[in-house]
């Protein structure tokens, strides 16, 4: 008789907080302050947001594609050990790309330099006008050198019997080199651009490769984990990693923060200290490949439905209060990616350090962590409704304070607010995601908010935001988003009041609880439809069976 295996569901549960603690610290260790070094290379706002918002994209388009695909033919521990491996490798490749100005290799983030670049006052001249990034000049062909001396011949040296011929092979030469020009490819056309696009162009397309490389890891690596416990019937206890990835997000941008500070402006002969994040966010991924190599993951023999997807889409729509927080979790998400992508920006504008930076940002995810303490008492106060606006009003205040910076430490008490505008926002889609769910559809609704957030909404924004700082500024960023945010938040509460609530039926409980006790202590009127069915149905099952009898 074959054995069946057992499952260890603490030690799983120490392996998955281990990985998410690793993977997010190797994550913060770069990603906070990739904008940064972009705007060290001589990047302009517009591409910098460019750049961003296509990886984002590709995020949003890549991610659920391939987790599926790794689901179907049960490839997850060969896409995660290639992602965290290949996303590493490809991320190293932005190091070897020379500054577009030779006067940003030089930069040091100290407080008492002030040559840094602002958006205002950009080192390199570029046109505003994006039509004219399309506008090549095409150097001068040996034909026009000829047309040119034909053309400063003498007078009385021309030939009248040659000049047909003369036509004819220019009218030739000049459809030649139409056809070399439309045959012009990329590259040609790359080397015959300012440096400035460029190294735009190299960039982007470095940052699609690494994020085709890294998008597949966090669902592949979930979706493993949770069927590996689903299996056991132990699914719930997974909620409990949720914290993991912000305190290991928190100890990476602290502490790659005060490791970039402590060292001098160059190192390793010449090579410039922000390079020290890439080096960090390469060994940390090191460290969580042994522990993703003994990660439990479900061998799927059995394929799921793949309608959960389409069905949570419809549960969605089928709600307006899950709209309303479908419509919050879009500008939230819009917000936040302008947050990240410059809030770097505006503190070095202000003499910030790297120091400075990395204490900010770890604060403001260590209070983001600490909301669940707060959260049962502000739910029963507010209701989740009023925690939702809660949180777009929390992250239009703090963009409001940081049009407003004065000096290195004062982003921090803002940073403070990321509690109730981040932690209480995805509180408030954790509770309009249970109320809405039927069984088996929770973790898809959850994942279609995190999507229209994180990665569509994070798009818009980071396309958006790039312009918006090219023409006026981050300061008007900032006031700009912030207005955004609290004109909605006016009118979500209204909103909210006029549509229906609904509320969801606890099968689990339901069954769970004794049907003696049940009867005993719950009224008639209070009892669940279901068991009112479940009883009618047998009282005429046993009046159909007194019926039969002789």
């Known amino acids: 008789m074959r054995k069946t295996k057992q499952i260890n569901v603490k030690r799983t549960l120490a392996l998955a907080r281990a990985f998410h603690f690793l993977y997010s610290c190797a994550k913060s260790c770069l990603l906070p302050f990739l904008t ?52 590493a490798a490809v991320a190293l490749i932005l190091l070897l790309f020379p500054p577009a100005d030779l006067q940003t290799q030089n930069i040091c983030n100290d407080s008492n330099l002030r040559s840094s670049p602002s958006p205002r006052e950009p080192q390199l001249k570029v046109s505003t006008d994006p039509a004219s990034w399309l506008t090549i000049p095409f150097p001068a062909n040996k034909t026009d050198v000829a047309e040119d001396r034909t053309s400063q011949l003498p007078m009385g040296r021309t030939n009248n019997t040659e ?20 045959q012009l490819d990329f590259l040609s056309r790359l080397k015959v651009m300012d440096v400035q696009h460029q190294l735009f162009f190299l960039v982007l397309i470095t940052v699609s490769i690494w994020e085709l490389m890294a998008a597949p890891l966090e669902w592949t690596a979930d ?61 940390v ?91 049962a008492r502000l739910t029963r106060l507010l209701g989740s409704g009023r925690v939702l606006a809660l949180g777009a009003a929390a992250l239009g205040l703090q963009c409001l304070y940081y049009s407003f910076l004065w000096g290195p430490w004062a982003v921090l008490p803002a940073q403070l607010f990321s509690c109730f505008s981040c932690g209480a926002f995805w509180w408030a889609v954790k509770v309009h995601s249970d109320d809405i769910a039927t069984p088996g559809t929770e973790r898809s609704i959850k994942r279609l908010y995190n999507v229209l957030s994180l990665d569509f909404g994070s798009a818009l924004g980071s396309f958006a935001g790039g ?59 209070e009892r669940d439809w279901l068991e009112k069915a479940m009883e009618d149905d047998g009282s005429k099952n046993r009046n159909y069976g007194r019926t039969l009898k002789p």
């Open 36 to 87: 940064l070094y972009f705007r060290d290379l001589g990047l302009a706002p517009e591409m910098v947001g460019i750049i961003m918002g296509t990886k984002h994209i590709i995020s949003l388009l890549w991610q659920p594609l391939s987790s599926l695909l790794a689901k179907m033919y049960n490839k997850r521990r060969a896409v995660i050990h290639g992602s965290v491996v290949c996303s």
């Open 223 to 283: 979706d493993g984990l949770h069927d590996y416990l689903d299996f056991a019937d132990a699914s719930d206890r997974y909620s409990s990693t949720g914290v993991w990835p912000l305190l290991g997000a928190a100890s990476g941008v602290g502490g790659a923060g005060f490791l970039v500070s402590r060292l001098n402006c160059s190192i390793l002969g010449g090579t410039s200290k922000t390079a020290v994040h890439f080096f960090c966010y390469a060994a």
């Open 467 to 525: 312009f918006v700082v090219r023409w006026c500024g981050l300061d008007w960023l900032f006031r700009g988003a912030a207005v955004v945010l609290i004109l909605w938040c006016v009118c979500l509460p209204l909103l909210q009041w006029n549509a229906p609530r609904q509320y969801r039926i606890n099968y689990s409980r339901l069954l769970a609880a004794d049907a003696s006790e049940a009867s005993d202590s719950e009224s008639e009127e």
């Open 163 to 182: 000049e047909p011929k003369n036509k004819n092979l220019v009218r030739k030469k000049k459809h030649k080199r139409e056809a070399e020009e439309g």
């Open 285 to 375: 991924s090191a460290l969580a490949l042994p522990i993703a190599a003994f990660l439990p993951l479900h061998l799927n023999k059995q394929q799921s439905k793949v309608n959960r997807p389409l069905k949570a889409i419809q549960l969605v729509r089928g709600s307006q209060r899950a709209v309303l927080c479908a419509v919050t979790a879009l500008l939230m998400g819009a917000t936040r990616s302008n947050v990240d992508n410059f809030l770097l920006w505006q503190m070095r504008d202000h003499h910030s350090t790297e120091l400075h930076m990395g204490v900010s940002l770890g604060l403001a995810l260590l209070s983001q962590a600490a909301f669940p303490l707060l959260a």
